[in-house]
């Protein structure tokens, strides 16, 4: 059997096509009192960007703390606290931000339908209820959670995403003016999400010819931009946001992988981010994608990037413990990476050899 | 202003994920009377493949001639027809097929909830009300007609396609097992409608990243297969699927050429099928793509493929006239090739001198 897929259901894309966003809400806005729930990065705070989200006298805008991973508990506060300041849904939940952000806003509109806590969807097609409309706008590149089928969130016993048919987003606005002003290497550690994706996809048991078709695409243009020396020009700017697309998209036809298993053990224990989390895990995976990880050296060469060392070394043997029990639980990743006799090649030991070393 | 493009809604995609088409369908029919209207291409009408189509007792099946290009008057009378034998419209218009089957399928989904005859909507944007439920499923690849957001006929006075967010399908199955049966040099040349798509994608002013990334791999898909020895074999069938696919996306994000706009004047005239009437065309474009000519030349002779000479020996210089003047019309085309100022290079003579050659 295989899944049919849904796909986001309309995408504006354009340099300034930011400036549509109020057009493309204002088509939900039928009701007198409708309003939209906007959720914004706190990197935007007090920045002149604020000014140009069209934001209507009902509406709520919310600041995203993202200096840790997304949590259940907040998706849980943040619906609770809508629901008492209206009776009514939002007619769209826009998250405009970073894969945190946008994980946000698809997760809180699923939660606006379903009952109790987020951390009981963790998992596949769990949710029972479409949720509310939900609108992604990506300011910095490289999660695929613009176009992803799931949400990641971290609840009370696992990383894990809420995952199926109900996670897409309905509306996707890629305008490359957005990503100009991300810092490095921020920007680095999230793009590499997508180049790690594509890595990941593309060798395993899991692959498909779709998959494998968006994946190399998005591949060569990390290539473009990464191994050049002029990755922040304004076409590699809009090559990374399309690269983040094809690569999130080329996942729905795949699967992530070994850095994808490691990096979540690590987070839940660390709470490094994502991205960041992410390279400090792969600089290690020669054993699983030697040419992957010697390209990825090249392109942290050639864009001066050092990513952080010594991650686990204060870590103490019972958090490395924690940090595989939950490795361990990404079976599906494992099945892609190692088939399905997985178990008698990732060991505890290799596990925990690998971590130490991070 | 950018266009907040409609996507498909759902993609099934695997092989033999046609036999799931019951249970996609079934999730659609919600009421007693619930029917579905299949149009089949006449190349399955007596072949094994009509008993798995999963035909419920109420729905309709109708045999779809594909001699002739689609046309408007066709689009009517099926819906006449499907009008007078039920009070309800269908809950799914399914098109099991080439790019006319779907082309039909797309188009009379519309009309059943237009008014007046299909040849009123010619044209961008033009459609007033959504159709009902579309569900495409190519049985050989190459148009890009079961993503696209057009559907190509030919009216009264025009060959032209009904263009909008309203026409792209709802549902579209990719099962790589149904075109395993197509025969030479049908299938090439319908595989080439694909290869030029990207061709005249990737040259001109509309290109965009996105359209470039889409496209470029759709190009390398196409190379893999008719640059190879080996075009029929399983892994190049469902490359090709999925060249069809992303070559048929990345128009969205970009726009057809010279071939496209000369074709369509030729089948105008000539009632020339599309494929073979691109391939007709395609061969006497140097001046436009040297390259691509270059290679599409390399194609034809590692798959040892004649095309028709002389398509225009016979036609008198009215008619070669009025092949002009078709295309000719086709100013979004000829914009992409050649720019603002392309009246100035696409002349009379120099289209004459063209289809002399044809």
């Given at each position: 059997?295989?899944?049919?897929?849904?796909?986001?259901?309309?995408?504006?894309?354009g340099r300034n096509s930011f400036d549509q966003l109020d057009d493309v809400l204002g088509e939900l806005r039928?009701?007198k009192d409708s309003y939209v729930l906007f959720l914004v990065d706190e990197y935007f705070e007090g920045k002149?960007?604020?000014?140009?989200?069209?934001?209507?006298?009902?509406?709520?805008?919310?600041?995203?703390?993202?200096?840790?991973?997304?949590?259940?508990?907040?998706?849980?506060?943040?619906?609770?606290?809508?629901?008492?300041?209206?009776?009514?849904?939002?007619?769209?939940?826009?998250?405009?931000?970073?894969?945190?952000?946008?994980?946000?806003?698809?997760?809180?509109?699923?939660?606006?339908?379903?009952?109790?806590?987020?951390?009981?969807?963790?998992?596949?097609?769990?949710?029972?209820?479409?949720?509310?409309?939900?609108?992604?706008?990506?300011?910095?590149?490289?999660?695929?959670?613009?176009?992803?089928?799931?949400?990641?969130?971290?609840?009370?016993?696992?990383?894990?995403?809420?995952?199926?048919?109900?996670?897409?987003?309905?509306?996707?606005?890629?305008?490359?003016?957005?990503?100009?002003?991300?810092?490095?290497?921020?920007?680095?550690?999230?793009?590499?999400?997508?180049?790690?994706?594509?890595?990941?996809?593309?060798?395993?048991?899991?692959?498909?010819?779709?998959?494998?078709?968006?994946?190399?695409?998005?591949?060569?243009?990390?290539?473009?931009?990464?191994?050049?020396?002029?990755?922040?020009?304004?076409?590699?700017?809009?090559?990374?946001?399309?690269?983040?697309?094809?690569?999130?998209?080329?996942?729905?036809?795949?699967?992530?992988?070994?850095?994808?298993?490691?990096?979540?053990?690590?987070?839940?224990?660390?709470?490094?981010?994502?991205?960041?989390?992410?390279?400090?895990?792969?600089?290690?995976?020669?054993?699983?994608?030697?040419?992957?990880?010697?390209?990825?050296?090249?392109?942290?060469?050639?864009?001066?990037?050092?990513?952080?060392?010594?991650?686990?070394?204060?870590?103490?043997?019972?958090?490395?413990?924690?940090?595989?029990?939950?490795?361990?639980?990404?079976?599906?990743?494992?099945?892609?990476?190692?088939?399905?006799?997985?178990?008698?090649?990732?060991?505890?030991?290799?596990?925990?050899?690998?971590?130490?070393?991070?």
């Amino acid at each position: 059997m295989f899944r049919n897929l849904k796909a986001i259901g309309r995408i504006l894309y354009g340099r300034n096509s930011f400036d549509q966003l109020d057009d493309v809400l204002g088509e939900l806005r039928i009701e007198k009192d409708s309003y939209v729930l906007f959720l914004v990065d706190e990197y935007f705070e007090g920045k002149d960007f604020m000014k140009r989200i069209p934001v209507h006298p009902h509406d709520i805008l919310k600041i995203i703390d993202i200096t840790e991973e997304p949590k259940t508990k907040t998706v849980d506060a943040i619906v609770a606290e809508v629901k008492s300041l209206s009776a009514n849904l939002p007619v769209s939940v826009v998250g405009i931000g970073g894969g945190s952000v946008m994980d946000y806003a698809k997760a809180i509109r699923l939660m606006f339908t379903n009952e109790g806590s987020s951390s009981l969807y963790q998992g596949l097609d769990l949710i029972k209820n479409k949720g509310v409309h939900c609108t992604v706008i990506p300011t910095i590149s490289g999660t695929g959670a613009e176009v992803s089928m799931t949400t990641v969130l971290t609840g009370p016993v696992k990383k894990l995403g809420i995952k199926g048919n109900f996670t897409p987003a309905d509306q996707l606005v890629i305008d490359p003016e957005l990503i100009t002003s991300v810092p490095e290497p921020q920007r680095f550690y999230t793009a590499m999400d997508c180049y790690i994706h594509n890595i990941e996809a593309a060798n395993g048991f899991r692959k498909t010819v779709m998959g494998d078709a968006l994946g190399a695409e998005s591949l060569r243009l990390c290539r473009d931009i990464y191994l050049s020396n002029d990755s922040r020009s304004p076409v590699n700017e809009e090559k990374l946001m399309i690269a983040s697309y094809l690569g999130g998209l080329s996942l729905t036809y795949s699967e992530v992988g070994a850095c994808h298993a490691i990096s979540y053990g690590l987070a839940t224990v660390t709470g490094i981010h994502h991205g960041v989390g992410n390279c400090v895990v792969f600089n290690q995976l020669e054993e699983f994608y030697p040419e992957g990880v010697k390209e990825f050296k090249e392109m942290m060469r050639v864009n001066n990037i050092a990513i952080p060392q010594g991650v686990t070394a204060n870590c103490s043997p019972e958090e490395i413990d924690k940090m595989i029990d939950v490795t361990l639980t990404l079976v599906f990743m494992w099945q892609h990476v190692c088939g399905p006799e997985w178990e008698k090649i990732i060991t505890r030991d290799k596990l925990r050899g690998l971590l130490m070393k991070m």
